[in-house]
């Protein structure tokens, strides 16, 4: 049987620029090639590690029509659709659906703390788009939290099919389980990829693979299989680097990572700055000790 098309290992990709930071939509391309080769299962653009609260609306409509032109068969493509409004964000899912996209990433109102009320209704907004929709939980940055029972309020009126689990309580996994059966569990940080593995998680919306899909994409199949054997001592490898995912210098980490494997992570557009001179040497010493043990 098929899996559905969220289900698996989707990447939160890292969005090159050129050196006067214009988008590289053919070095975009070319990473959603080299992520699908590395066997990963999909993309979703336009997240926060694709730093699409800079992009222009032309920008951010290409980077989707890039990825899922880029995006060989059975690679499937999961556009971040946030906006501050439903209205915009609902326009944002109808354009990953004429683009081709598979479904759609949707974080609740994040303009301001929104109640229960409002966030029921932002997710309807966007569910008339048609595409299916997976849930984004990250109170950590949107002070709305998307508890386990307002997931299952949400899924049991067939608004989302998932949800991306950002805030690392692994303990909310079971209580979603209990409320919200049928509702699929995606691992939304890489830092928790183990525990919510085990704990049934069918997919992962990742940073990491941006730098060694390889193995990372087999540290998942281990941890969603409960082969805890050999998985913990890959984690262990792997978790100094997988931790920088839940930190607010994400992006330029993963970048830099990156670029110190021989992709293109490069530079970020600003707000974001340089990572400072330590934190520069700890990922790099990090990421040249997991290169050293030949993950790729």
Same mark, same amino acid.
């Given at each position: 049987m098929t899996a559905p098309v969220w289900h698996g290992v989707h990447v939160a990709t890292a969005l090159p620029f050129n050196d006067d930071l214009t988008v590289d939509y053919d070095g975009y391309a070319e990473h959603v090639r080299f992520l699908a080769a590395g066997g990963c299962d999909g993309v979703c653009p336009n997240g926060s590690l694709g730093e699409y609260q800079t992009l222009s609306d032309e920008e951010r409509a290409r980077v989707v029509r890039t990825a899922v032109e880029a995006a060989p068969d059975g690679f499937h493509v999961m556009p971040g659709v946030a906006a501050y409004g439903a209205a915009q964000a609902r326009r944002w899912a109808e354009q990953a659906a004429e683009a081709g996209a598979a479904s759609v990433l949707l974080l609740p109102p994040n303009a301001y703390r929104a109640d229960r009320h409002a966030v029921v209704g932002h997710y309807r907004e966007v569910a008339k788009a048609g595409l299916p929709v997976v849930a984004y939980n990250n109170p950590i940055d949107t002070k709305v939290d998307l508890t386990p029972d307002l997931l299952a309020e949400l899924h049991q009126e067939g608004l989302i099919v998932g949800v991306k689990e950002f805030t690392g309580d692994v303990r909310r996994a079971y209580e979603i389980a209990e409320l919200a059966p049928g509702l699929d569990l995606l691992v939304g940080s890489d830092d928790v990829l183990l525990e919510l593995g085990i704990a049934g998680a069918v997919g992962w919306i990742a940073g990491y693979?941006? %730098?060694?899909?390889?193995? #990372?994409? +087999? !540290?998942? /199949?281990?941890?969603?299989?409960?082969?805890?054997?050999?998985? @913990?001592?890959?984690?262990?490898?792997? /978790?100094?680097? !997988?931790?920088?995912?839940?930190?607010? +210098?994400?992006?330029?980490?993963?970048? @830099?990572? %990156?670029?110190?494997?021989?992709?293109?992570?490069?530079?970020?557009?600003?707000?974001? #700055?340089a990572l400072s001179p330590g934190q520069a040497a700890t990922i790099t010493r990090d990421t040249q000790e997991v290169l050293a043990k030949g993950y790729r």
């Open positions: 693979p941006n %730098m060694i899909p390889r193995a #990372t994409v +087999e !540290l998942y /199949h281990l941890a969603t299989t409960g082969d805890v054997a050999r998985a @913990l001592p890959l984690y262990r490898d792997l /978790h100094p680097l !997988l931790r920088w995912d839940s930190k607010p +210098e994400f992006v330029q980490s993963i970048k @830099l990572s %990156m670029d110190l494997a021989g992709r293109k992570g490069g530079a970020c557009r600003p707000p974001r #700055t």
